[in-house]
């Protein structure tokens, strides 16, 4: 479980109005700073065509009145968000949890008081667990995938990127969103999702089962883990996963486009992080995410940053909607 969501320094695009009249459309162009890719895919900036007279209005960003940052509450579920955690959590027994462990992940018990008090780790019955996994070549630059929530082969390829701990800039594609579906029309030639971009290597590509041996291949130890090998099984059950969510997380609902991606540590299979996430695609807003499942290096990175591995900074549904 994990959960801080803040700003980058990572500039996306100009800021946009979200509200298109019929005297106002948007053209939306590349301007890369995650990634110097020819392909010119990294990043969308969107401009008023100049010839169509509507200006774009400066928008600016900050908290919501009155937002104070919540302490957070490991495994405390807010009463009227109970029903959502339990449907998100039959995810994790239609996919047999995969994604909750990051590659080669192993776990020994260390007596606490033998343990580094400033690691992170699970405490048991006095003892530390110690979880260690085996990470294959780390990409320079965030891996980029153009998906939305709902869509089954859009979550294959996420829970890839939770077992080999990619960071991934996501570009959420919701049903009717105004940005990033032309954008893969653009640079890919038809809306179809998942779509993904490697920025270190000038890659590109469509089909769920091909990223994954692609990313497997490259970032992994060549292994596609079990769950993920089962063919039409594997597109089921992944689409079985989110029967309890109900389309949460795909359909368009008007946003403003922030300047920058937003970030957020958290991995597919938490139930927490997914209502979040939901969040995100809905407002189609970029996101880096920085994937932590268990054995990730990246939770003693988040642990030393804030203190504490489960920490909400902005509190994903409402704070994000609050900022409309
Ligand atoms: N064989 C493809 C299938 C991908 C696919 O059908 N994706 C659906 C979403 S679940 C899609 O792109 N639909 C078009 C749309 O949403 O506009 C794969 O494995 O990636």
Redesign the pocket.
């Known amino acids: 479980m994990a959960g801080v969501l803040n700003f980058t320094p990572t500039p996306v695009f100009r800021p946009l109005s979200s509200r298109r009249t019929p005297t106002s459309r948007f053209s939306i162009k590349s301007s890369s700073n995650f990634s110097e890719t020819p392909l010119t895919s990294t990043s969308v900036s969107t401009k008023e065509e100049p010839n169509l007279g509507s200006s774009t209005s400066t928008l600016t960003f900050s908290p919501p009145p009155n937002f104070k940052p919540p302490e957070p509450k490991r495994f405390s579920i807010r009463p009227d968000k109970v029903l959502d955690i339990l449907a998100a959590s039959l995810a994790l027994i239609f996919r047999l949890g995969t994604g909750a462990l990051v590659s080669g992940y192993s776990a020994s018990f260390v007596p606490k008081n033998e343990f580094p008090s400033d690691q992170y780790a699970l405490e048991i019955a006095g003892y530390k667990v110690k979880e260690t996994s085996k990470l294959g070549p780390r990409p320079e630059k965030p891996i980029e995938i153009y998906e ?1 929530e709902s ?4 979550r ?1 390829v996420r829970e890839i990127v939770a077992v080999l701990d990619l960071d991934v800039l996501f570009y959420p ?1 919701p ?1 009717n969103g105004p940005n990033f ?1 032309r954008k893969v029309a653009e640079i890919g030639g038809k ?4 779509y993904m971009v490697d920025p270190n290597t000038g890659v590109a590509m ?4 091909d ?1 994954i041996k692609y990313l497997v291949g490259k970032y992994g130890d060549g292994n596609i883990p079990f769950m993920l090998s089962l063919g039409l099984l594997t ?1 089921l059950t992944a689409g079985f996963a989110m029967i309890g969510r109900m389309g949460k997380g795909s359909s368009y609902s008007p946003s403003k486009m922030p300047p920058k991606a937003l970030e957020i540590w958290a991995y597919e299979p938490s139930p927490f992080c997914k209502v979040v996430r939901e969040v995100l695609v809905e407002l189609e807003l970029p996101h880096l995410l920085r994937s932590c499942a268990r054995g990730s290096p990246k939770r003693q990175e988040l642990y030393q940053k804030v203190g504490h591995f489960q920490k909400i900074q902005i509190p994903g549904c409402k704070c994000l909607r609050a900022q409309r």
Do not use: L
Not at 151 to 154: G, H, R, W
Not at 206 to 209: A, K, L, N, Q, V
């Open positions: 939305f869509c089954p082969f859009c294959k594609c049903r579906r809306q179809q999702f998942p469509y089909e769920s089962d990223i597109t």
